[in-house]
T-cell receptor, first 114, second 117 residues
């Protein structure tokens, strides 16, 4: 079993839809839950992150962590064509923060159609 | 405001040739990484470094070597290129400010497209 799993999609939605992107992980030591966004032919960029369980909201984006089920979600409200990108989750532990060994999910490709 | 810079951006190699990808960061970050990205496989960690003079293996290190002689540079070498190494390579760097909730924010370069024929 991979440490981090994502459905690669592609996921296609109409503009204005609510999008749910999900990730599962197996390592119960993970405490930091990062989401990166990658536009076509570009490097990934940090979108947002949460520490431990719970929700975090940033504009139209909400990150949610359920540590009991090892499930991470990213919700996008009022999706826009400019949200079309690949979204990668990257959970990690404090230990990996120190050692530097950071692993990503496969990424989910999202297309928002006007 | 360069951030993480990778060279070259594009390269075509013949099987068996060698080459080096250069990564430079100007953010004084301790950690540096090399990932490869393939369709359906996501980002896979090749090698990483937690400081000048140190390197460690990631998920897919075979066929690659790295060196971190200077803090700002991280080199990825392919000694004898194979078609299976056709991929997009991303260098990244990061820091951790040590606070409990900060995690590790990674800054990526723009990528290097490598084709081995």
């Amino acid at each position: 079993q991979k440490e981090v799993e994502q459905d690669p999609g592609p996921l296609s939605v109409p503009e204005g839809a609510i999008v749910s992107l999900n990730c599962t992980y197996s390592n119960s030591a993970f405490q930091y839950f990062m989401w990166y966004r990658q536009y076509s032919r570009k490097g990934p960029e940090l979108l947002m992150y949460t520490y431990s369980s719970g929700n975090k909201e940033d504009g139209r984006f909400t990150a949610q962590v359920d540590k009991s089920s090892k499930y991470i979600s990213l919700f996008i409200r009022d999706s826009q064509p400019s949200d079309s990108a690949t979204y990668l989750c990257a959970p990690h532990s404090k230990g990996s923060s120190n050692t530097g060994k950071l692993i990503f999910g496969q990424g989910t490709t999202l297309q928002v159609k006007p | 405001n360069a951030g993480v810079t990778q060279t070259p951006k594009f390269r075509v190699l013949k099987t068996g040739q060698s080459m080096t990808l250069l990564c430079a960061q100007d953010m004084n970050h301790e950690y540096m990484y090399w990932y490869r990205q393939d369709p359906g496989m996501g980002l896979r960690l090749i090698h990483y470094s937690v400081g000048e003079g140190t390197t460690a293996k990631g998920e897919v290190p075979d066929g690659y070597n790295v060196s971190r002689l200077k803090k700002q540079n991280f080199l990825l070498g392919l000694e004898s290129a194979a078609p299976s190494q056709t991929s997009v390579y991303f260098c990244a760097s990061s820091y951790s400010d040590g606070t409990r909730s900060s995690g590790n924010t990674i800054y990526f370069g723009e990528g290097s497209w490598l084709t081995v024929v």
